[in-house]
T-cell receptor, first 116, second 114 residues
Framework: AQSVAQPEDQVNVAEGNPLTVKCTYS??????LFWYVQYPNRGLQFLLK??????LVKGSYGFEAEFNKSQTSFHLKKPSALVSDSALYFC??????????????FGGGTRVLVKP | DSGVTQTPKHLITATGQRVTLRCSPR?????VYWYQQSLDQGLQFLIQ???????AKGNILERFSAQQFPDLHSELNLSSLELGDSALYFC?????????????FGEGSRLTVL
């Protein structure tokens, strides 16, 4: 079964500094990978996805993610963090095409705190 | 705004009771997914419906059930509630049978069992 791991429960970064949120995955076939963000008392918002093609994927709010097949990683990055980026971030992988349904399996989440 | 609507937003009830959570997917989306978010277990997939039929089942308790109606809205029924059922319940929808599309999430229903 596919799975994702987010090794850091929390990431602290100063405003204006680069932000990286780590994610590693385990799948039996080609990975379909996603990043979502959850602000307090809100639902999950889609940031970006990797299906195929360029290893660097650009998404919403200035975020990007780098797919690395050899390291089975899909780290989320932002060159210059904002205080408003403080939120809970989830990495997710989609079921393989052979599986029934196409649900997403989520990592445990990483809380990002951007300090002024 | 994702286009997915969930009601109620907040619900407080007692142990042993039964509640129903409702979800209206984005216009045109055929798939509905239910997830449970609790503090200690993150986001857990419960169940998926596609065009009225159950398509995938996750860690859903026998006390819980769901269905998707002909107008594509879905309901999650939680019965014999326990304290541990307190959580945020999310509904998500997607449009097609393809495996590349993202899910669109509602704002969630926060259930508190006292």
């Amino acid at each position: 079964a596919q799975s994702v791991a987010q090794p850091e429960d929390q990431v602290n970064v100063a405003e204006g500094n680069p932000l990286t949120v780590k994610c590693t995955y385990s799948v039996s076939g080609n990975p379909y990978l996603f990043w979502y963000v959850q602000y307090p008392n809100r639902g999950l918002q889609f940031l970006l996805k990797y299906i195929t093609g360029d290893n660097l994927v650009k998404g919403s709010y200035g975020f990007e993610a780098e797919f690395n097949k050899s390291q089975t990683s899909f780290h989320l990055k932002k060159p210059s963090a904002l205080v408003s980026d403080s939120a809970l971030y989830f990495c997710a992988v989609r079921d393989t095409p052979e599986a029934a349904g196409n649900k997403l399996t989520f990592g445990g989440g990483t809380r990002v705190l951007v300090k002024p | 705004d994702s286009g997915v609507t969930q009601t109620p937003k907040h619900l407080i009830t007692a142990t042993g009771q039964r509640v129903t959570l409702r979800c209206s997917p984005r216009s045109g989306d055929l798939s509905v997914y239910w997830y449970q978010q609790s503090l200690d277990q993150g986001l857990q997939f419960l169940i998926q419906y596609y065009n009225g039929e159950e398509r995938a089942k996750g860690n859903i308790l026998e006390r819980f059930s769901a269905q998707q109606f002909p107008d594509l809205h879905s309901e999650l029924n939680l019965s014999s509630l326990e304290l541990g059922d307190s959580a945020l319940y999310f509904c998500a929808s997607s449009g097609t049978r393809t495996t590349t599309g993202e899910l669109f999430f509602g704002e969630g229903s926060r259930l508190t069992v006292l």
